[in-house]
T-cell receptor, first 109, second 112 residues
Framework: AQRVTQPEKLLSVFKGAPVELKCNYS??????LFWYVQYSRQRLQLLLR??SRESIKGFTADLNKGETSFHLKKPFAQEEDSAMYYC???????????FGTGTRLKVLA | ETGVTQSPTHLIKTRGQQVTLRCSSQ?????VSWYQQALGQGPQFIFQ???????GRGNFPPRFSGLQFPNYSSELNVNALELDDSALYLC???????????FGPGTRLLVL
């Protein structure tokens, strides 16, 4: 079955500390993975996607097919990073996205 | 702002009723997807439309149906509402040849 697991509902870190938001997936095909973010009182928006291998707002994520993971990382957290983060899997050849349950990141001053 | 709008913002219905939710996306966004987001959960894919044809569906019963119109607007219809249908309903549109989904603000439905 296709599934995305985000094991942490809440992650609190201090400003300047490293951040790692975990995401594991289950999918038999070739996955396309994304991270979406929702800031307070804003709509859900794309943060980054594995295929472009980019760094957005200092965040990076590497697809590890062996561990079926796509963890989101940032070396130094900022207060403005506080938000809800969702990992999503897109099944190949479609626009069907499977979202995880989300992790709320709180960056403390 | 991406220009994706949804109406109404909030809605209260009773069990057994029918509801229509609306989404308006930007010109050139020929793909629209609808999601249900229950409290504390991630969005769940309901279905997707491309150029007025349904081209993908999640694990939702047939009482969830949709329409897409040539003017880049779309509807989600839910018949025979159940209490568990209470959720935030999101639409997301995607421009042709792009990866990025642009989400609307959602419609919060409460079924009593």
């Amino acid at each position: 079955a296709q599934r995305v697991t985000q094991p942490e509902k809440l992650l609190s870190v201090f400003k300047g500390a490293p951040v790692e938001l975990k995401c594991n997936y289950s999918y038999s095909g070739s996955p396309e993975l994304f991270w979406y973010v929702q800031y307070s009182r804003q709509r859900l928006q794309l943060l980054l996607r594995h295929i472009s291998r980019e760094s957005i707002k200092g965040f990076t994520a590497d697809l590890n097919k062996g561990e079926t993971s796509f963890h989101l990382k940032k070396p130094f957290a900022q207060e403005e990073d506080s938000a809800m983060y969702y990992c999503a899997l897109r099944t190949s050849g479609t626009y069907k996205y499977i979202f995880g349950t989300g992790t709320r990141l709180k960056v403390l001053a | 702002e991406t220009g994706v709008t949804q109406s109404p913002t909030h809605l209260i219905k009773t069990r057994g009723q029918q509801v229509t939710l609306r989404c308006s996306s930007q010109s050139g966004h020929n793909t629209v997807s609808w999601y249900q987001q229950a409290l504390g959960q991630g969005p769940q894919f309901i279905f997707q439309y491309y150029r007025e044809e349904e081209n993908g569906r999640g694990n939702f019963p047939p009482r969830f149906s949709g329409l897409q119109f040539p003017n880049y607007s779309s509807e989600l219809n839910v018949n025979a509402l159940e209490l568990d249908d209470s959720a935030l309903y999101l639409c997301a549109s995607t421009p042709d040849f792009q990866e990025t989904q642009y989400f609307g603000p959602g419609t919060r439905l409460l079924v009593l």
